[in-house]
């Protein structure tokens, strides 16, 4: 796995996990061993996170991702690069995501 | 968004009651089939392995995968495979990925003879995300065996644990103490207290039920005759004194049983089950058929609208109960329930003698009762219930709890 992760570059949820919401809550449910430290692990997303996260489809650029959720949150383009960058590594980190086109 | 605006956690892995939708589907039972390789004296749903009657009766797996889909549509995060023996499908691994691929928890109900090389290996790659909960009928081949009637089922069992051991699958073990395996009880909770997941002593079935279809009288005799007096109930709890007394009185003291006729104020229907030919049932356990709804010809989603009034409605009209059960502030510590009074008499509301004797017996040992007084005749049941809380808070602490504290 790649530890750079480009702005042009487009993600998606992985084939490893299904996302599901329950009671307006996404809950990240692992497929397969190792996607978390322990067998029986499931993820959520806090509301910022779940912003990011539904934009991960596999079209939307991480550049354009940011861009949008700057002018959504009010927030500078640096500070929201740090946040959503920091979300895909993590996530990235979990096999939760794989990225669909290289550029 | 602030530094720390993303933020992944676990999440609660408790199944989740759903405040906003009227319909409530935290997690649902299926019952893949009632057919078992273990043919179990105490037994009260098994049929044979090869009975092609059950059989032929049963869901097909893309009707089991329809009623999944269902429970996700729901909003069900854990679903539990039981029976029978659920790994007596032949297609099994086909529904239990579907459940997974839906985003399902899956809790496996399994005596683990059947598990063999290839299911193993799929639950090690595609994980249940909770322990397997296996059965342990003994602990050497003559115990287990004059429990489950089948010859070599011991070594299967023993098989299926390898299997589940070196693979690293998270699993719990569970037993039922009977005459025939008493004296492996030692053994077992020693093996038990070296398995990871095991916190706390394995929980044995002691209070054994009748036949839940009520299909057999000579079967019934017979898990009768089994059924431990009230004093070797007590005799049970003992064996791990401190723990069980204050477990019970905490769970007293959070349930208290305030008067009421309300026949089902134990969640049924929150927590329904789908039995192998079908029918969607308030719980596992009660199977009278005017409770019952078949989810071949109704959706989950209508069968459990259509259930909850009735059950909220349902209050007891027997005057047996009204005068004794109704009033009785111990039926947190009973197993009496609608679906035992059922299997034992046929009705919803007939007070069951021995559940009674059994919860008297044990509210006796918490120090709830005085001998002979009966529950139902206790008229400041609170009074009795903060005593025992005072009792609760003035009491040494949990040895985990002081553990804390020294930390």
């Given at each position: 796995m790649r530890n750079l992760i480009l702005l042009d570059a487009v993600y998606k949820p992985s084939d490893d996990i299904v996302a599901r919401t329950i009671e307006g809550e996404l809950i990240i449910v692992p497929?397969?061993?190792?996607?978390?430290?322990?067998?029986?692990d499931l993820f959520t997303l806090n509301a910022s996170g779940n912003d990011i996260w539904r934009r991960l489809d596999g079209k939307t650029t991480v550049r354009r991702i940011i861009q949008d959720l700057a002018k959504e949150y009010a927030a500078t383009p640096d500070a929201m690069t740090r946040d959503v960058i920091g979300l895909l590594r993590e996530l990235l980190k979990r096999r939760m995501l794989v990225e669909t086109r290289v550029p | 968004m602030s530094t720390h605006a993303y933020n992944i956690r676990k999440a609660s892995r408790r199944a989740r009651r759903s405040s906003r939708n009227p319909v409530r589907l935290p997690h649902l039972d299926i019952e893949l089939t009632e057919r078992c390789d273990n043919n179990c004296i105490h037994c009260s749903i098994n049929r044979p392995p090869q009975d092609a009657q059950a059989r032929a009766r049963e869901l097909t797996a893309s009707e089991w995968k329809g009623i999944l889909s269902q429970a996700a549509d729901l909003q069900a995060l854990t679903v539990r495979f039981t029976g029978g023996e659920p790994l007596l499908r032949d297609d099994f691994e086909d529904i239990y990925l579907h459940a997974r691929r839906l985003g399902l928890r899956v809790v496996l109900f399994t005596n683990a003879r059947n598990l063999t090389e290839r299911r193993a290996d799929l639950l090690a790659r595609h994980p249940p995300l909770e322990p397997v909960e296996v059965s342990v009928y003994g602990m050497r081949p003559a115990t287990y065996e004059a429990v489950s009637r089948v010859r070599g089922s011991f070594r299967e069992f023993w098989n299926g644990i390898r299997r589940l051991q070196t693979r690293r699958i998270p699993f719990i073990v569970k037993g039922a103490l009977l005459p025939q395996n008493v004296a492996d009880q030692d053994r077992f909770e020693t093996w038990a207290r070296?398995?990871?997941?095991?916190?706390r002593p394995p929980a044995s079935l002691v209070l054994f039920s009748l036949r839940e279809r009520r299909d057999s009288p000579a079967r019934n005799a017979r898990i009768r005759a089994l059924r431990p007096a009230p004093e070797a109930v007590i005799a049970c709890l003992e064996r791990h004194a401190d723990d069980n007394r204050r477990s019970l009185r905490e769970f007293c003291s959070r349930f208290p049983s305030p008067p009421s006729r309300a026949l089902f104020p134990c969640g049924a229907g929150c927590t329904p089950s789908v039995d192998a030919y079908g029918k969607l049932q308030?719980?596992?356990?009660?199977?009278?058929?005017?409770?019952?709804?078949?989810v071949r010809a109704v959706p989950i989603r209508e069968a459990l609208a259509r259930l909850a009034p009735r059950l909220r409605r349902k209050t007891a009209m027997r005057s047996s109960y009204r005068s004794r059960c109704a009033r009785c502030f111990i039926r947190g510590l009973c197993e009496q329930c609608p679906a035992r009074s059922w299997s034992e008499h046929g009705t919803l509301d007939t007070p069951v003698r021995y559940y009674c004797h059994v919860a008297h017996a044990q509210a006796r040992w918490l120090g709830l009762l005085p001998p002979?007084?009966?529950?139902?005749?206790?008229?400041q049941p609170k009074t009795r219930i903060q005593r025992m809380q005072s009792e609760i808070l003035h009491a040494q602490p949990h040895p985990s709890r002081r553990r804390l504290q020294t930390v």
């Open positions: 497929l397969v061993a190792g996607i978390g430290d322990m067998e029986d | 070296t398995l990871p997941r095991m916190r308030p719980c596992l356990s009660l199977r009278d058929p005017s409770w019952v709804y078949d002979g007084e009966k529950a139902w005749n206790v008229h």
